[in-house]
Structures are given as structure tokens and as C-alpha cells.
């Protein structure tokens, strides 16, 4: 912890130097990733025309300064009380945050993200939030904690045949990454600081400490780099409260430097049966992990809606770091391999023992259109130059594209029909077979990987994924009910390195039915999800006839989720 937070000389001038802006407003109350209806609801706003348009939507989560009203959990000021309380003297206040408890019933094998605290579990689980948040001056206090509770049953993970494929297993993606199956052999009760932070806001720059989930680039169903998946973990931060306003365009961005834990449970349940090769797991080292974390979104002048920008982060273990102000701060080095060859052809970068990203990002708001279309690049491998990168851009790739598109239904409640859709993918392309990469979230030299808390820290379907997914609603203010269709390929970089079979891809497809609906203080959540896994955990069973090759026995499971959410806002 102190090492976390504690002191370079040159970080803390910084953090002296940044305290002596000028300070503005005092305010520095931000709306926490997961609240029910309210984050997607701001979003909408800004294409409707009555939101900020120089707002990216890249840097989570949005402030009090943002959003532009003086209560962020009553966007319509329909409320009859009020939740903030005044000080005498005018220079500070005190708001009870609203309570949120949210349950799921999980049938078969866990699903679902950008849940926060709450594991990937089958059964029964729920979560409960309530907090207060207090200003003064140029301090704020933020104390929203998280309490979950997880059935957690047990269910049937990864299996495999032969020797040579659970040692594929291990090798490749089980030693390299902490993404337990099932978190522990009962039940699963934990607190978390959750959605807390101190700070001091010199407006537009904002200072501090938390332990908040953020979410980076412009994605909506998944963020390569950043997403609330996993639980918030303690960091520090400076970002921006509102874009920055210059001669040239609307700057926004954060920087974070923070710890990252382990779960603490191995990544299957080993049940010391011969067959599975246990002996090939390999512990994680007993060590936290540095994150260091930025990200920069730019809005041209000249092109109102047209936003884009840039993240990049690093991962390293505690024992491995120095303590220079660049091992804190190590994201303004090259992004070129040629930089860090070594005399004898080695990468000396790489023995420095660093798991980094890179992604680039887009987004295009067209409110007269009630349009916006979206897209993130992302790698996990540098380029060895510029040329290396015009000629195989593909290579260690990943992306999102994403589009949306709001539908006036013309009548006198001013009702909206909304299509989107959004690709995820995260398999790994072919250049892979001609040069070593690895899957993302996966590192040969940081054993945990891209996780906090056995879970990743970017897109939720996790290693080697990919999602297409497709929703319609109808929407009025903030009531919302719709249907999703989704596609979702289970981490095909794990089913190549370990079968050879083609007909054994694990590929889920799900139907969901959902809603939002606010009644007076309160807002309602509700989700009924069926899921229908093919090839379930990449098993099938054979024809013994070799020729009735594609006449074999599925193992096909049927899984059957329920969320329901309440928000009640004093």
C-alpha cells in the first residue's frame, strides 16, 4: 500500500503543483458504473440533443460536471424530496446515495458481465449498495461500500481427453491467467470498499484516491481495456471532470496508478484424479500487481460529434517494479519494439517483466440523426515499427465496432424506438501461427494476467471471445423494455490450441427480454435470459462410424438466467 501510494519525489510535485489551479466549482460526485437505467440514459440524452456534444462518453465514470444537473440520480426532477443537504454557510453538502440491491438466479453455468463485484456464478446471488456522499469547498468524500452474496454451485467446467491436450490447456491459457471456475467449494460472501473515493476537484481537473470501477473507450456491451467486469480496485487518479475546452477542440482523459489482488482460488477445482494432469498446474506468484493506466479522448473543433482517442496500460508485478518515477509512469514509452532491442537480439523491454496494451478508439454522435456509430482497436503486442504495423495491422488485434440508432415513434409521450448492435471479437487472427502472440488478458510472465479479483479488467466474455449482439427497445424518458439476440463464442484460442477437432467450437446463443420502469423514487430492473450452449465446454460425442462424421451426439446444455434490480433514490 505504501508503495502503491506513497512517494516519489517527482509524483508528489506533481500532485503539488496540480493544487495550486485554480479551483473552480467544488463539486466532484461522479455516477458509478452498473446504476440502473441512469448510465445508458445520459448517453441517449447527448443524441437527442440535450447533453453536452463534446462529451466522448470514452472516460467513466461521468461527473456531476457532465451531466449538468444538480442531482444526477433525478435526470427529470421528478423527486418530491431531496436528497442533498446544504450547509449553513453554502460552501458544502451531504447526500444519501440511493440503495441498490440486485438479484440473479443463474441455472446451468455462470454468464453474464460488467457486473462489478458480483462473480460468474451458477445459483443464486445478489449484491446491496447504499452510501452517503459529502463536499466541502474543494473536497469531496465519496462512501459507497458493496456487499454480494454467491450461491456459487457447482457445475461441470473444462474437460479434456488426452494428456496432450490438458498440458495445452495448462500451458497456454490455466498458468497464465487468475480466471477461476468457480470461486471456492461453497458459498461466496464478501464486502468492497465498492464505489468510494476522496478527492480534491479543481475543476476541470480532479485529484484522488478510489476504489471506483472505471470504463474506457466507447463500447456499450463490452471495453477492451477498461470495464466494470471485475470490482473496482483501489487506485489514484487525475482525470478531467468536463472536456476541456481549447482553441483546437475538447480535450478529456485519466491517469491512474493502482493495485491489483489476486482471487485467491485456483482456476479449476482439482480433484486429484489422474486423468486431468493437476500436476501441470503452476501457482501464481504470492505478489500484487502495479496498474498503471491512461486514457485521451480529443474532439476536433471543427467536427462537433466526431470524438477520438487512445488508451494504454500496464501491468507488473510488485517485486519486479523500480522505483523511478517512469516504472510508476511508464506510459510514455515507445510503442516500437526496434526501440528496446539489445545487443545480443533480445527485447530488454520484455525482461522488464511489463504486460501492456494499447488500443485506439472512435465514436461519431449525430444528434440530428439520433445517430452514433463507434469502434476500438486494440493490441497486446507492439509492432516492431511503423512498417511492421502498415503491413500486418491484424496481428495481436483486437476490436469492437458498435452502432445505434434512435427512432422518433411520433406520438404525444415523445416515444423512441432504439436499434443497436455491437461485434466484439478477441480471437486471436491467423499471423499468430507465424509469430508468437499470446491471447488477450493471457502473459507468459505475469501469471495473473490482464485480472482483478479472478476476473478481467476489459471485456467481460473474456479470453479469446467473441460477441455479436443485437437489442431493440422502446424507450420513453427512462422507462425502458426490449429484446436482445446475442452470439457468443467461447474463448476460441483456447479450442485451437488444445483440439484439433472442427466440429467442437463452444458456441452460445441467447435470447433476452428486459425492461427498466421508474415509479416515483424508485427505478425497477428486470432480465429473463435463455441460453442454449452448443458443444458445451468444447465436448461432443463421436459416431464410431468414421464415415458419419457429422452425424455425432451433441452435448448441448440449456442454461436459463433471471436479474431483477431495484434502485430507491431518497
Request: aromatic residues 14%.
Amino acid at each position: 500500500m505504501n508503495r502503491l501510494l506513497g512517494s516519489p519525489k517527482r509524483l508528489l510535485n506533481l500532485c503539488l503543483f496540480l493544487l495550486l489551479l485554480k479551483a473552480m466549482s467544488a463539486t466532484g460526485q461522479s455516477l458509478p458504473l452498473g446504476t440502473t437505467a441512469l448510465n445508458d440514459y445520459y448517453r441517449r440524452e447527448q443524441l437527442l440533443g440535450r447533453l453536452d456534444s463534446t462529451v466522448s462518453f470514452a472516460v467513466q465514470p461521468l461527473t456531476r460536471q457532465i451531466i449538468g444537473r444538480r442531482d444526477i440520480y433525478d435526470p427529470d426532477s421528478s423527486l418530491q424530496a431531496k436528497s442533498i443537504h446544504d450547509s449553513k454557510n453554502g460552501k458544502g453538502s451531504v447526500q444519501l446515495l440511493p440503495v441498490m440491491w440486485q438479484h440473479q438466479l443463474t441455472t446451468a453455468y455462470p454468464y453474464g458481465w460488467n457486473d462489478g463485484p458480483m462473480i460468474p456464478a451458477k445459483g443464486y446471488q445478489t449484491m446491496f449498495s447504499a452510501g452517503v456522499y459529502a463536499e466541502y469547498k474543494f473536497l469531496s468524500v465519496q462512501f459507497r461500500p458493496e456487499f454480494v452474496f454467491a450461491q456459487n454451485s457447482a457445475y461441470q467446467g473444462f474437460t479434456a481427453e488426452t494428456e496432450k491436450q490438458w498440458n495445452a490447456y495448462f500451458f497456454n491459457y490455466a498458468n497464465r491467467i487468475d480466471m477461476p471456475e468457480r470461486f471456492g467449494n461453497g458459498s461466496y460472501t464478501k464486502f468492497f470498499p465498492g464505489q468510494s473515493s476522496i478527492r480534491l476537484n479543481f475543476h476541470p481537473i480532479s485529484i484522488g484516491v478510489s476504489t471506483e470501477n472505471l470504463w474506457w473507450g466507447p463500447g456499450m456491451r463490452n471495453s477492451i481495456l477498461m470495464s466494470n467486469t471485475a470490482p473496482g480496485f483501489l487506485h489514484a487518479t487525475i482525470n478531467t471532470t468536463r472536456p476541456i475546452r481549447t482553441p483546437i477542440g475538447s480535450f478529456e482523459g485519466q491517469l491512474v496508478g493502482g493495485r491489483l489482488n489476486a482471487s485467491g482460488y485456483p482456476i479449476r477445482q482439482f480433484k486429484g484424479i489422474s486423468s486431468e494432469y493437476d500436476h501441470f498446474y503452476v501457482s501464481k506468484p504470492d505478489d500484487w500487481r502495479y496498474f498503471s493506466g491512461l486514457v485521451l479522448s480529443y474532439q476536433p473543433k471543427w467536427l462537433k460529434g466526431l470524438s477520438f482517442g487512445l488508451t494504454r496500460s500496464f501491468i507488473v508485478y510488485s517485486e519486479d517494479m523500480g522505483n523511478k518515477l517512469g516504472d510508476y509512469i511508464p506510459l510514455f514509452q515507445s510503442g516500437s519494439k526496434a526501440r528496446y532491442e539489445g545487443s545480443e537480439g533480445n527485447n530488454i523491454q520484455d525482461e522488464s517483466g511489463q504486460d501492456q496494451y494499447f488500443s485506439v478508439f472512435g465514436r461519431l454522435a449525430i444528434p440530428s440523426a439520433k445517430f452514433e456509430v463507434y469502434g476500438e482497436y486494440a493490441r497486446n503486442d507492439h509492432p516492431w515499427n511503423t512498417r511492421d504495423l502498415s503491413v500486418m495491422p491484424n496481428h495481436s488485434r483486437a476490436y469492437i465496432v458498435g452502432m445505434r440508432k434512435l427512432v422518433p415513434l411520433n406520438n404525444r409521450h415523445q416515444d423512441l424506438l432504439q436499434i443497436n448492435f455491437e461485434l466484439t471479437q478477441l480471437e486471436m487472427p491467423k499471423t499468430a501461427n507465424q509469430r508468437e502472440s499470446t491471447p488477450f488478458y493471457v502473459h507468459y510472465q505475469v501469471l495473473d494476467g490482464y485480472t482483478h479479483m479472478g476476473q478481467v479488467l476489459g471485456a467481460g466474455i473474456g479470453p479469446g471471445s467473441n460477441l455479436q449482439s443485437l437489442n431493440v427497445s422502446w424507450l420513453r424518458g427512462m422507462k425502458q423494455l426490449g429484446v436482445q439476440l446475442e452470439r457468443y463464442v467461447h474463448n476460441s484460442d483456447l479450442y485451437y490450441y488444445v483440439f484439433s477437432d472442427i466440429r467442437r467450437s463452444w458456441v452460445d446463443y441467447s435470447l433476452a427480454f428486459h425492461g427498466e420502469w421508474n415509479y416515483k423514487n424508485y427505478i425497477f430492473y428486470g432480465k429473463t435470459q435463455l441460453m442454449q450452449a452448443n458443444n458445451y465446454q468444447y465436448q461432443i460425442k463421436p459416431n464410431e462410424d468414421p464415415q458419419k462424421y457429422w452425424e455425432f451426439e451433441s452435448v448441448d446444455k440449456f442454461n436459463f438466467q433471471l436479474q431483477l434490480g431495484l434502485m430507491y433514490r431518497f
